[in-house]
């Protein structure tokens, strides 16, 4: 079956610091790969994705490349802000599972001033 | 405004009392699912539907119940909620089940269950 495994929080970082959030994936057939931003007290959004290999993700400053003989999908942002501070969750979705999204456990970024 | 909304945000019961979680979107999307999410366990899939009256199974479906009687419309019912069914609860909506495109989510509704 399809699986994630992201590296487990809190991350506290300060202000401007490089961010990595590891995620690594186990799954049948091809997979697409996303990660979903929480902030405090709201649902999921979708912070990028990539769906083939080597494809790059990006946005907001953040990136994430898809590695396929590694199975990863980490998460990075060269300078963080008090303002990423939020859940980031690693998912993958494939074809042969209805679409359904199978995600990680979570990780906690807090950025500090 | 494209969105999926959900209601009550937040409800506190007691073990046992029926409830109902209301989902909507206003995307015409055909494909909608529920995620219930837990400390350290991500997002576990609940139930899903592709179409109008097509609901399947996710991964923890015992002790819910579904219904896709209209597109936009996936309601979440705990015919006897259970303490351990105390969460937080996402609905989700994509446009298709046959590509893999993003979903949608809503913004949880926390279920407490004395």
């Known amino acids: 079956g399809n699986s994630v495994t992201q590296m487990e929080g809190p991350v506290t970082l300060s202000e401007e610091a490089f961010l990595t959030i590891n995620c690594t994936y186990t799954a049948t057939g091809y997979p697409s790969l996303f990660w979903y931003v929480q902030y405090p007290g709201e649902g999921l959004q979708l912070l990028l994705k990539a769906t083939k290999a080597d494809d790059k993700g990006s946005n907001k400053g953040f990136e994430a490349t898809y590695r396929k003989e590694t199975t990863s999908f980490h998460l990075e942002k060269g300078s963080v802000q008090v303002s990423d501070s939020a859940v980031y969750f690693c998912a993958l979705s494939t074809n042969n599972a209805g679409n359904m999204l199978t995600f990680g456990g979570g990780t906690r970024l807090m950025v500090k001033p | 405004e494209a969105q999926v909304t959900q209601n009550p945000r937040y409800l506190i019961t007691v073990t046992g009392k029926k409830l109902t979680v209301t989902c909507s979107q206003n995307?015409?999307?055909?494909?909608m699912s529920w995620y219930r999410q837990d400390p350290g366990l991500g997002l576990r899939q609940i139930y899903y539907?592709?179409?109008?009256?097509?609901?399947d199974k996710g991964d923890v479906p015992e002790g819910y119940k579904v219904s896709r009687k209209e597109k936009r419309n996936f309601p979440l019912i705990l015919e006897s909620p259970s303490p351990n069914q105390t969460s937080l609860y996402f609905c989700?909506?994509?446009?298709?089940?046959?590509?893999?495109?993003?979903?949608?989510f809503g913004p949880g509704t926390r279920l407490t269950v004395l």
């Open positions: 539907s592709m179409n109008v009256e097509v609901t």
């Open positions: 989700a909506s994509s446009l298709s089940p046959k590509l893999v495109n993003e979903q949608f």
């Open positions: 995307m015409n999307h055909e494909y």
